[in-house]
């Protein structure tokens, strides 16, 4: 068989068309490929929704893959051993209630796990903006993450879903554009994003748990960016929250469908 560069480049072109097409209409749309986006991605492609993530780095992972200060071991704490095991991930008791877990083995086996569900991953996609109708957050607004590092002026691309998430971690990206451009009330005391507090793991990862939910009419927000949102502290790399705060809003969300 002699290889045609040509046939290579237009399997390529066809098949990411397929896979873009099939995502401008879909059941949820997860902004950020970190831990509590994927495990997000998984429990709701598995269920049989439509499912695509948008991630703006080459990798996705987001900040599982240095665990902490770049040594590549997670913990987990007891609660959410129980999803180690859903992944398959291999995990070692540290002390009682403290598991360790490979950091490229968690990325790894969450991301593999939620691609083979069937939640379409877009890799280097950024979302900048979010499409609102009738008081409703119905789709979102994306572009090349190349197009945005270099400032070019070059205008997005826009798809619609039932729901958002928005997965972004300390950023609070999507709830800061809808924060900024739209007329919404965020479901906080005040109405607007609060901000991260500092470090302070126990009560964290607690309120991880409790500040996972819809914060906007066709927006629910989970991981690190639900705590950032709400004003609770930031925990670490201690991950068992955000594993846990990812099928939560998978539940949350199909129990609304
Ligand atoms: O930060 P990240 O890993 O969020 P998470 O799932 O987990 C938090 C932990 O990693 C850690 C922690 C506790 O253990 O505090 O930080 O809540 O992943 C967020 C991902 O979202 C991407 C970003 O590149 C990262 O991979 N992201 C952020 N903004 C956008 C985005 C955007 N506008 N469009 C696309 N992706």
């Given at each position: 068989?002699?290889?045609?560069?040509?046939?290579?480049?237009?399997?390529?072109?066809?098949?990411?068309?397929?896979?873009?097409?099939?995502a401008t209409d879909v059941d949820v749309a997860?902004v950020?490929?970190?831990?509590?986006?994927?495990?997000?991605?998984?429990?709701?492609?598995?269920?049989?929704?439509?499912?695509a993530?948008f991630?703006?780095?080459?990798?996705?992972?987001?900040?599982?893959?240095?665990?902490?200060?770049?040594?590549?071991?997670?913990?987990?704490?007891?609660?959410?051993?129980?999803?180690?095991?859903?992944?398959?991930?291999?995990?070692?008791?540290?002390?009682?209630?403290?598991?360790?877990?490979?950091?490229?083995?968690?990325?790894?086996?969450?991301?593999?796990?939620?691609?083979?569900?069937?939640?379409?991953?877009?890799?280097?996609v950024s979302v900048e903006d979010v499409m609102i109708r009738e008081g409703r957050v119905t789709g979102l607004v994306i572009n090349?993450?190349?197009?945005?590092?270099?400032?070019?002026?070059?205008d997005p691309l826009t798809i619609a879903a039932g729901s958002v998430i928005d997965?972004?971690?300390?950023?609070?990206e999507v709830l800061?554009v809808i924060?900024r451009k739209a007329d919404m009330?965020?479901?906080?005391?005040?109405?607007?994003?609060?901000?991260?507090?500092?470090?302070?793991?126990?009560?964290?990862?607690?309120?991880?748990?409790?500040?996972?939910?819809?914060?906007c009419p066709g927006v629910?927000?989970?991981?690190?960016?639900?705590?950032?949102?709400?004003?609770?502290?930031?925990?670490?790399?201690?991950?068992?929250?955000?594993?846990?705060?990812?099928?939560?809003?998978?539940?949350?969300?199909?129990?609304?469908?």
């Amino acid at each position: 068989m002699v290889l045609d560069e040509i046939v290579i480049s237009k399997a390529i072109i066809e098949r990411f068309l397929e896979k873009l097409l099939q995502a401008t209409d879909v059941d949820v749309a997860i902004v950020g490929g970190g831990p509590s986006g994927l495990v997000a991605a998984y429990y709701l492609a598995s269920a049989g929704k439509k499912v695509a993530l948008f991630e703006r780095k080459l990798s996705l992972g987001g900040g599982m893959w240095g665990g902490g200060m770049m040594f590549n071991e997670i913990v987990v704490q007891d609660e959410a051993r129980e999803i180690l095991d859903v992944f398959d991930i291999r995990y070692r008791e540290y002390q009682q209630g403290y598991y360790t877990a490979d950091a490229v083995l968690a990325v790894t086996s969450i991301c593999s796990q939620a691609a083979r569900a069937g939640a379409s991953i877009f890799n280097c996609v950024s979302v900048e903006d979010v499409m609102i109708r009738e008081g409703r957050v119905t789709g979102l607004v994306i572009n090349w993450s190349p197009v945005e590092m270099a400032g070019l002026h070059v205008d997005p691309l826009t798809i619609a879903a039932g729901s958002v998430i928005d997965t972004t971690g300390h950023a609070t990206e999507v709830l800061k554009v809808i924060e900024r451009k739209a007329d919404m009330q965020l479901a906080t005391p005040s109405g607007k994003l609060v901000g991260e507090r500092s470090m302070w793991a126990e009560k964290a990862e607690r309120l991880t748990m409790d500040n996972t939910r819809q914060i906007c009419p066709g927006v629910y927000v989970a991981g690190m960016s639900a705590n950032a949102a709400f004003g609770g502290p930031r925990m670490g790399p201690i991950f068992g929250g955000m594993l846990l705060s990812g099928r939560k809003v998978a539940e949350l969300i199909l129990a609304s469908s």
